[in-house]
């Protein structure tokens, strides 16, 4: 078992499904961080089989909404001197912003460069969203 000692202050994203800790890192360009990220793969779990694990090792103010679109069983503990002051499982996200991208050829995001894709939200149980520009829907259940 891991413990999360060690971290002093900082976040730790845990119950990630195996394979998605690099997603992740990726998508918070964690690679580009200055402080202490440890990145832990195919950890054995009783839950899930196995999970992948992050700590950021800092006061961060990063937006994890994205999280819930890879699993809303994610939890993501908030460490502040060595101990979880807040604990929590992510939300499916109600807007997307510039993650995804539209794929209507003929929408403004495909024919411009400079438009950011925003997708809504308009079934959580299906994941489906649909595009803030030419309504085209689609299914977002992975990044
Ligand atoms: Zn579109």
Known sequence: MLSITGIKKGIVI????SG???VIFD?????????????????CSNKMGKKDIIKIENDVN?????LGIISTDITINIIDKEKIIKKYNPE?????????????PRCVTSVENNIFNKF????????EY???????????DKL
């Open 14 to 17: 845990d119950h990630i499904p």
């Open 20 to 22: 998605y800790a690099m």
């Open 27 to 43: 998508y918070l360009n964690l690679e580009e961080a200055k402080y202490s990220v440890a990145l832990i793969m195919n950890v």
């Open 62 to 66: 990063i937006d994890l909404s994205i």
């Open 92 to 104: 499916i996200p109600m807007i997307i912003n510039n993650v995804i991208k539209c794929k209507n």
């Open 120 to 127: 809504n939200l308009i079934n959580e149980e299906k994941k």
């Open 130 to 140: 649909s595009c803030e520009y030419c309504e085209d829907i689609i299914v977002v």
